[in-house]
T-cell receptor, first 111, second 111 residues
Framework: NAGVTQTPKFRVLKTGQSMTLLCAQDMNHEYMYWYRQDPGMGLRLIHYSVGEGTTAKGEVPDGYNVSRLKKQNFLLGLESAAPSQTSVYFC??????????FGDGTRLSIL | KQEVTQIPAALSVPEGENLVLNCSFTDSAIYNLQWFRQDPGKGLTSLLLIQSSQREQTSGRLNASLDKSSGRSTLYIAASQPGDSATYLCASQGGSEKLVFGKGTKLTVNP
């Protein structure tokens, strides 16, 4: 039982490049979330999804897009990466209002 | 807008000491209060979840309490061990799927 798996674990991008972060969960959870964690800022919600085919904005959605085409996968896209998007990105999933299960993160650097 | 605060930002104690971590929140209309642990380079692991109707939850050496009227929660760790060294985060959940996180308390337990 893998839980929540994030791909890739590390990535370095140049400003203006695009990329997609993949999150996969095998717990049949309805809810999935994308967070970013920055020093001094804590954990902030980017986008989330309460079910297949649905997405919603969180606290810091600008510059990111998401898709939830399958219940087990939640994709986070950066269309034109900026240095301000250098961060550690975490995906999480939950069954309703139960505790969220987190992946180990993607460390993204944008030069 | 809910704000969650954790003080102190860092705490260092000798092994065997009992300790209390503090969490305060500004909006008492919460659904639950959750405590997480984060080890370096890892995602968050759920420790305890207290429903708004509960006063406390216990798991092994951990005890979390909730006082909605004062906007406070505490995490009590008994007989601390070096393996307890980590960052501890609290998060409140209001009437939605979203969690609001504090910035965490970094705990170091010295042998």
């Amino acid at each position: 039982n893998a839980g929540v798996t994030q791909t890739p674990k590390f990535r370095v991008l140049k400003t203006g490049q695009s990329m997609t972060l993949l999150c996969a969960q095998d717990m049949n959870h309805e809810y999935m979330y994308w967070y970013r964690q920055d020093p001094g800022m804590g954990l902030r919600l980017i986008h989330y999804s309460v079910g297949e085919g649905t997405t919603a904005k969180g606290e810091v959605p600008d510059g990111y897009n998401v898709s939830r085409l399958k219940k087990q996968n939640f994709l986070l896209g950066l269309e034109s990466a900026a240095p301000s998007q250098t961060s550690v990105y975490f995906c999480a999933s939950s069954r309703g209002y139960q505790p969220q299960h987190f992946g180990d993160g993607t460390r993204l650097s944008i030069l | 807008k809910q704000e969650v605060t954790q003080i102190p930002a860092a705490l260092s104690v000798p092994e065997g000491e009992n300790l209390v971590l503090n969490c305060s929140f500004t909006d008492s209309a919460i659904y639950n209060l959750q405590w997480f642990r984060q080890d370096p380079g890892k995602g968050l692991t759920s420790l305890l979840l207290i429903q708004s109707s509960q006063r406390e939850q216990t798991s092994g050496r951990l005890n979390a309490s909730l006082d909605k009227s004062s906007g406070r929660s505490t995490l009590y760790i008994a007989a601390s061990q070096p393996g307890d060294s980590a960052t501890y985060l609290c998060a409140s959940q209001g009437g939605s799927e979203k969690l609001v996180f504090g910035k965490g308390t970094k705990l170091t337990v010295n042998p």
